[in-house]
């Protein structure tokens, strides 16, 4: 069977990004996979980026894996395995979050060949996706900001394992009360309409981004 596994970035596990990761999962689901989905801001998930051990490149040793024993680990393991692999996170600050930029480190950088850079040491063929979500209000705003830049090139790493692509989501309703907060720069009316119109037909796109991914690798 073909497996599945959601990675949320997110801290919340019912927000926007976790929202969207799940419906991927439902479309996924639907293709006939087994799914699972993992919360990189667990309480129980204690793990930091790189460290730096060179461990993946000792001649004679485990390759394309990081070997660091964390609770982590296991999860890279499962990611390595897994035949269709979606990441999910927040804008903050112009980047992914710390947490999802960690585990992509802890991904990535074993399957990077210091032998031969145009022949990454990848175990299985894995097709992947990123989400995306943020305040920023559109695809121009984000070009504008350079977060194609700055937030596209961490997903794109993923091609390295095989055929990736992203999905955005813009302009979301971050708070439950806006007056609650000092976020005058937002209009409340304005971000509840955008959930009430943009925001499903984004579920929407994530449900059919998660079957189609399915479909993809089950065919490969």
């Known amino acids: 069977m073909t497996k599945a596994l959601f990675i949320n970035g997110s801290p919340r596990k019912n927000g926007n990004t976790a929202l969207l990761l799940k419906q991927a999962m439902e479309g996924a689901k639907e293709a006939g996979a087994e799914v699972e989905l993992v ?17 993946c490149k000792i001649k004679g040793g485990r390759k394309g894996v990081c070997s660091f024993k964390d609770d982590l680990q296991p999860v890279l ?8 692999l979606v990441c999910g996170s927040p804008n ?5 979050s710390a947490m999802l ?3 992509m480190e802890r ?6 060949n210091y032998s031969d850079y ?14 995306f979500t943020m305040n920023c209000s559109s695809e121009e705003a984000y070009q504008q900001m350079g977060y194609n830049i700055l937030m596209d090139t961490n997903a794109q790493q993923l091609g390295m394992f095989g055929p990736t692509e992203i999905l955005r989501s813009f302009d979301t309703f971050q708070f439950s009360n806006y007056d609650r907060y000092d976020a005058a720069a937002f209009d409340e009316a304005h971000k509840a309409e955008v959930r ?7 579920l929407e796109k994530a449900f059919e981004l998660g079957k189609r991914l399915v479909e993809q690798a089950t065919k490969a």
């Open 39 to 55: 919360n990189l801001y667990d309480r129980n998930l204690n793990y930091k980026g790189c460290m730096s051990c060179f461990a």
């Open 77 to 84: 393991e499962k990611a390595v395995d897994a035949d269709v």
């Open 92 to 96: 903050y600050c112009g980047y992914p």
């Open 101 to 103: 930029r960690a585990f």
């Open 107 to 112: 991904l990535i950088f074993p399957a990077v």
């Open 118 to 131: 145009s022949h990454p040491v990848v175990l299985k063929k894995l097709h992947s996706a990123t989400i």
């Open 196 to 202: 009430a119109t943009q925001f499903p037909k984004d």
